[in-house]
């Protein structure tokens, strides 16, 4: 079984400059999610989906982040603009139904770097 | 606000001895914990689990107990062995909330297994 893949693996850019990451999760799973980990935190909740609707946007920065995920099935984020805080990896995870269920299925995350 | 929290941020064991990787959570609504462990340039990857209606949970070599009262759960892995050396995320979510599937995760601690 295919493993949730996402792209790129790493990214540098600027401040100021945009980015965007693209995931495609595991075939069937309705429920994806985009997680922000910051060097030596746990990772942290950016966005939830539920086949494409918006579940969870809570701790999304809307002034610079956004995200989509069109037919429910890929999904992209994208900053604009970057700023240096911004440096982290971005993990896209999927799970399987019911709804709810806790155990996620990550892909391997893009390092961003921001100068 | 750090809601689950691991307070070692790393752990060194003998191959052979238990290793035993401890979190504490603060919000009392959560009621299903969740142990992630991740390899370098890799996503983590779920372990194991338990709900809040149990106090310990066991698989294979791992174990997980949990104390309500002390807002408490810890990860006993033995015997350890030296492919057991990652970094081990706790993870806690509510899942009576409307964010069913959110999942709010510990600093994480690194666990080194040395032969």
């Known amino acids: 079984e295919a493993g949730v893949a996402q792209s790129p693996r790493y990214k540098i850019i600027e401040k100021r400059q945009s980015v965007a990451f693209w995931c495609n999760p595991i075939?069937?799973?309705?429920?994806l999610y985009w997680y922000q980990q910051i060097l030596g935190q746990g990772p942290k909740l950016l966005i939830q989906f539920q086949n494409n609707g918006v579940v969870d946007d809570s701790q999304l920065p809307k002034d610079r982040f956004s995200a989509e995920r069109l037919k429910g099935v890929d999904s992209t984020l994208k900053i604009q603009p970057a700023k240096l805080e911004d440096s982290a990896v971005y993990l896209c995870a999927s799970s399987p139904p019911p709804q709810g269920n806790e155990k996620l299925f990550f892909g391997s995350g893009t390092q961003l770097s921001v100068l | 606000d750090q809601q689950v929290k691991q307070n070692s941020p790393s752990l060194s064991v003998q191959e052979g001895r238990i290793s035993i990787l401890n979190c504490d959570y603060t919000?009392?609504?959560?009621?299903?914990f969740l142990w992630y462990k991740k390899y370098p340039a890799e996503g983590p990857t779920f372990l194991i689990s338990i709900s809040s209606i149990k106090d310990k949970n066991e698989d294979g070599r791992f174990t997980v107990f949990l104390n309500k009262s002390a807002k408490h759960l810890s990860l006993h892995i033995v015997p350890s062995q030296p492919g057991d050396s990652a970094v081990y995320f706790c993870a806690a979510s509510d899942s009576g909330g409307t964010s069913y599937g959110k999942l709010t995760f510990g600093q994480g601690t690194i666990l080194t297994v040395h032969p």
């Open positions: 075939s069937g799973h309705a429920t």
């Open positions: 919000n009392s609504m959560f009621d299903y």
